[in-house]
């Protein structure tokens, strides 16, 4: 199958950190990536790993990657209220990608 | 520079018409994705081109749904005889090349919403 899956929702307050987290069920997926989705706006790639990777990071962002278990997470350090959006995990797959449901993340003062 | 552009953002229309929608993807990108978005949900693969060639079609729904990219630029998806379950976010996505790294990163535009009255 290739089914990619996430939490729905998720609010933590500016300033903490933020974890959004993903699993995945097709072990030949080369690429996982992290987009961002916010009101009126296409989808910005944020970052994406190479499965042979178990961390990257970039800036305030932490991928962190367990192949074994096919899971996924976003870190975003210093969680401002920039920050909110849909957060869309997806994998690379053949010659495309599958996205998951997306997970809202809320920011609260 | 100029990021992927969609034509129309919105489109509504009467259940049985045609419509068209247009990508143009960022200038020199060979590779360009048709995704559909339903509310709440993630993009699904619809159909890509690799330059004018399609590549794959196998995410398109039935046979009303078409794609073209005829000079390895624009590209139009056209849905004939539109149903209501037709209504979604169309997004279109470019990438630069076709194989290395990059061929591995997708950019996407802002979406035309489709609403089948």
């Known amino acids: 199958g290739e089914d990619v899956e996430q939490s729905l929702f998720l609010s933590v307050r500016e300033g903490d950190s933020s974890v959004i987290n993903c699993t995945y069920t097709?072990?030949?997926?080369?690429?996982l990536y992290w987009y961002k989705q916010e009101p009126g706006a296409g989808l910005q790639l944020l970052t994406y790993i190479f499965s042979n990777m178990d961390m990257k990071q970039d800036q305030r962002l932490t991928v962190l990657l367990n192949k074994k278990d096919k899971h996924l997470s976003l870190r975003i350090a210093d969680t401002q209220t920039g920050d909110s959006a849909i957060y869309f995990c997806?994998?690379?797959?053949?010659?495309?990608?599958?996205f998951g449901t997306g997970t809202r993340l809320q920011v609260f003062p | 520079g100029a990021g992927v552009s969609q034509s129309p953002r919105y489109k509504v229309t009467k259940r049985g018409q045609d419509v068209a929608l247009r990508c143009d993807p960022i200038?020199?990108?060979?590779?360009l994705y048709w995704y559909r978005q339903a509310l709440g949900q993630g993009p699904e693969f619809l159909t890509y081109?690799?330059?004018?060639?399609?590549?794959?079609k196998s995410g398109l729904p039935n046979d009303r749904f078409s794609a073209e990219r005829p000079e390895g630029s624009i590209s139009t998806l056209t849905i004939q005889r539109t149903e209501q379950r037709d209504s979604a976010m169309y997004r279109c996505a470019s990438s630069l090349v076709t194989i290395g790294l990059a061929a591995y990163e997708q950019y996407f535009g802002p979406g035309t919403r489709l609403t089948v009255t």
């Open positions: 081109f690799n330059y004018e060639a399609q590549q794959d």
């Open positions: 997806a994998s690379w797959r053949t010659d495309k990608l599958i």
């Open positions: 200038s020199g990108h060979v590779s």
């Open positions: 097709d072990s030949s997926s080369t690429y």
